[in-house]
């Protein structure tokens, strides 16, 4: 296991990290031995172990949810694990032999999000159609990225948004997201028009799209940051389990990094199972299940709807000092 904690950080800097004093613990908490036989019910949890190898012995036709975030087809290091870029058709067959493993885990009902990027975006859809009804591609802003000189800077990612069959869940009222009204219209009496006036300004509630500007992704000063290369915030992932699932649900995870999947599962009061064969990252994932029995808060989601970036304003109570604690979620 890779010791972040001796790394220097700045003081304000909130990155989780495992110290030795923590390991024993948390990796009491972290299943690793598996089952002799196939398993009658889904366990909820973490696993330490290659998905593969648990695919067998998980019952079938169980999963509501399934979050694929597999290495995406680039050159990347995963706390000394590396993923080699493939070739377009060898990167195709391997995201459709994952897909075919794990399908038979799905109810009829279930919805699947795949993640990637633009070079991996044939194979996903390649491999997805295959195995699953494709309905839409989510494109979401980064907000930062790398510069290149002899090409456009990369700033946005994909999920493409699959489901089993024509019978799935999507609740659009959960996945609202909370607009700032700049050119406000009002009707004939001078009342708004299809927004809402406050003390702090107007603010719409609209229906989501399939192009969210409104994820920021972890960094040095969000206490769910960690060292993982690749980590998705827990908005992205409360946006999709909210609109695809419902309270009671099994989410299930394979490529579960350091947590995120499944820490905003047990926040949203769903049920959940994460695989991931990196120890220091399953300890991670442990460690953030622990704080969010303290804490079920997901920043940039409260009273019931998600916030555009840099609209804290909106989030303040009625004497004006901000709010300590979002307010109970609301499904």
Same mark, same amino acid.
């Given at each position: 296991?890779?010791?972040?904690?001796?790394?220097?950080?700045?003081?304000?800097?909130?990155?989780?990290?495992?110290?030795?004093?923590?390991?024993?613990?948390?990796?009491?908490?972290?299943?690793?031995?598996?089952?002799?036989?196939?398993?009658?019910?889904?366990?909820?949890?973490?696993?330490?172990?290659?998905?593969?190898?648990?695919?067998?012995?998980?019952?079938?036709?169980?999963?509501?949810?399934?979050?694929?975030?597999?290495?995406?087809?680039?050159?990347?290091?995963?706390?000394?694990?590396?993923?080699?870029?493939?070739?377009?058709?060898?990167?195709?067959?391997?995201?459709?032999?994952?897909?075919? $493993?794990? !399908?038979?885990?799905? =109810?009829?009902?279930?919805? #699947?999000?795949?993640?990637?990027?633009?070079?991996?975006? &044939? @194979?996903?859809?390649?491999?997805?159609?295959?195995?699953?009804?494709?309905?839409?591609?989510?494109?979401?802003?980064?907000?930062?990225?790398?510069?290149?000189?002899?090409?456009?800077?990369?700033?946005?990612?994909?999920?493409?948004?699959?489901?089993?069959?024509?019978?799935?869940?999507?609740?659009?009222?959960?996945?609202?997201?909370?607009?700032?009204?700049?050119?406000?219209?009002?009707?004939?009496?001078?009342?708004?028009?299809?927004?809402?006036?406050?003390?702090?300004?107007?603010?719409?509630?609209?229906?989501?799209?399939?192009?969210?500007?409104?994820?920021?992704?972890?960094?040095?000063?969000?206490?769910?940051?960690?060292?993982?290369?690749?980590?998705?915030?827990?908005?992205?992932?409360?946006? $999709?389990? !909210?609109?695809?699932? =419902?309270?009671?649900?099994? #989410?299930?995870?394979?490529?579960?990094?350091?947590?995120? &999947? @499944?820490?905003?599962?047990?926040?949203?009061?769903?049920?959940?199972?994460?695989?991931?064969?990196?120890?220091?990252?399953?300890?991670?994932?442990?460690?953030?299940?622990?704080?969010?029995?303290?804490?079920?808060?997901?920043?940039?989601?409260?009273?019931?709807?998600?916030?555009?970036?840099?609209?804290?304003?909106?989030?303040?109570?009625?004497?004006?000092?901000?709010?300590?604690?979002?307010?109970?979620?609301?499904?």
């Amino acid at each position: 296991m890779t010791d972040d904690s001796t790394r220097k950080r700045a003081p304000r800097n909130r990155t989780l990290t495992i110290i030795p004093a923590e390991h024993t613990r948390l990796l009491s908490q972290v299943i690793v031995q598996r089952p002799p036989a196939p398993l009658q019910e889904l366990m909820g949890g973490t696993v330490l172990g290659d998905f593969r190898d648990w695919a067998g012995l998980l019952p079938r036709n169980h999963v509501d949810l399934l979050f694929l975030d597999p290495p995406y087809n680039l050159n990347k290091d995963f706390n000394g694990k590396r993923f080699s870029r493939k070739g377009v058709d060898e990167y195709t067959a391997w995201l459709d032999d994952i897909i075919s $493993l794990l !399908l038979p885990l799905l =109810k009829q009902t279930a919805t #699947v999000y795949i993640c990637g990027d633009w070079f991996s975006s &044939t @194979s996903i859809f390649t491999a997805a159609s295959r195995n699953l009804i494709v309905r839409n591609r989510i494109t979401w802003e980064r907000e930062k990225g790398r510069g290149a000189k002899r090409n456009w800077k990369n700033a946005s990612e994909d999920i493409w948004y699959c489901t089993v069959s024509d019978d799935y869940t999507f609740n659009v009222d959960a996945v609202k997201l909370r607009r700032r009204v700049v050119a406000p219209y009002t009707d004939s009496a001078g009342l708004p028009k299809d927004w809402v006036k406050s003390e702090k300004g107007g603010y719409r509630d609209t229906h989501p799209s399939n192009h969210w500007t409104d994820i920021t992704i972890p960094f040095w000063s969000m206490p769910e940051n960690t060292d993982h290369p690749t980590q998705k915030s827990e908005k992205l992932l409360a946006k $999709l389990i !909210l609109a695809s699932t =419902k309270p009671g649900d099994f #989410v299930l995870d394979p490529f579960l990094g350091s947590g995120t &999947t @499944s820490v905003v599962a047990k926040k949203l009061q769903r049920r959940y199972l994460g695989i991931e064969c990196n120890e220091t990252y399953a300890l991670l994932a442990a460690k953030r299940l622990e704080m969010a029995d303290k804490d079920a808060g997901i920043q940039g989601f409260a009273d019931g709807v998600f916030w555009e970036r840099n609209t804290l304003a909106f989030q303040r109570n009625g004497n004006g000092t901000k709010t300590a604690q979002p307010a109970p979620l609301l499904f």
